[in-house]
């Protein structure tokens, strides 16, 4: 198995301030990316993205090209760092806290209408399962691979298939009202 | 491939689209074109696409590609991993630090091998007791 990260993780771990920028350049995004379709929560999925990469600069030095590639291991870390919150989270009296809640303040009625939509799916997403939404959040928003996803998940594919299918079918259900809305055209905005 | 990748009917393009939607760039590589041959030939097949695009839609109006903050990078490699002195720093330390116990030893040791001073110190004490005699034969 060939990791296109092996190179630059051995030289950041040996302090090459190049290699860890062009880590940073290839990776941040992604791990922003995947903590914010799990956690809804911008700020939140930066501190995600931080302690990865903290993470990452403390394995670097030591890092062996083994079973999982460097960028697989980086989801891993990040979807746990996400599941712990999501389990924190839990543990608090608010279900809805950390949920992204559209703007209350007065908008143009399209933009208005597109953030009342964000939120309802945000909300829907968060309802999901953990594993549910982690795998819509890999396949369907990051445009991962199939394989990719699974090794990620540490499943086999026919097992993330499953996840994925149970999991839009929960959201269809959940934003029926919202299809409605697309389908209803921007033209009539309600 | 498994059997069931090797053939597509309904009930297999169903579920790959319940899993998949209606995108077959994010279909398994070896089902892509098979899945697009099966739907422009199948009028069922292309409304269950059809409807799978609506709701790949609404999940899309939640999609926030927004940039992360400007000094989230900054802060993330402040904490990278940092260069080792050179290993020349670490000689050249090491190298000082023997040349000072050479120095200790040498001077010790030296000390110990120098001459005992003589008990009779008659010699140097006659010479500056007798200027006279010397006066005298003048």
Request: hydrophobic share 50%.
């Amino acid at each position: 198995m060939i990791d296109p990260d092996a190179d630059l993780v051995r030289s950041a771990g040996a302090g090459d301030q190049r290699a860890a920028e062009a880590l940073v350049r290839r990776h941040l995004p992604k791990m922003v990316g995947v903590a914010r379709r799990m956690l809804s929560d911008s700020a939140e999925a930066e501190d995600v993205a931080q302690e990865v990469f903290l993470r990452v600069w403390r394995e670097a030095p030591r890092w062996k090209p083994g079973q999982a590639k460097f960028e697989t291991w980086m989801h891993r870390v990040a979807l746990n760092l996400c599941y712990d919150r999501l389990r924190r989270r839990r543990e608090k009296t608010d279900p809805d806290a950390g949920i992204a809640v559209a703007d209350t303040r007065p908008l143009a009625s399209d933009e208005w209408l597109a953030r009342q939509r964000a939120a309802k799916v945000h909300m829907a997403l968060a309802a999901l399962p953990e594993r549910q939404r982690a795998a819509i959040a890999l396949v369907h928003f990051d445009e991962m691979s199939n394989i990719a996803a699974a090794e990620i998940l540490e499943i086999s594919v026919e097992a993330l298939e499953s996840l994925l299918a149970r999991g839009r079918r929960a959201l269809k259900a959940a934003l029926a009202d919202v299809a409605q809305d697309l389908m209803g055209g921007a033209e009539g905005g309600s | 491939m498994t059997k069931k990748e090797e053939s597509m009917d309904r009930e297999r393009f169903a579920n790959l689209l319940d899993a998949y939607g209606a995108d077959f760039r994010r279909w398994p590589a070896q089902m892509r074109a098979e899945a697009a041959v099966f739907a422009a030939q199948n009028a069922e097949a292309a409304a269950l696409v059809a409807e799978a695009h609506r709701f790949d839609a609404v999940l899309d109006s939640a999609r926030d590609d927004s940039p992360v903050s400007h000094d989230l990078a900054a802060r993330i490699l402040a904490g990278a991993p940092r260069a080792q002195r050179p290993a020349f720093d670490r000689r050249a330390l090491l190298a000082l630090a023997a040349c000072a116990v050479f120095g200790v030893v040498i001077g010790y040791g030296g000390g110990m091998l120098a001459p005992a001073p003589a008990e009779d110190d008659s010699y140097f004490s006659m010479a500056f007791e007798a200027p006279s005699a010397f006066e005298d034969e003048g």
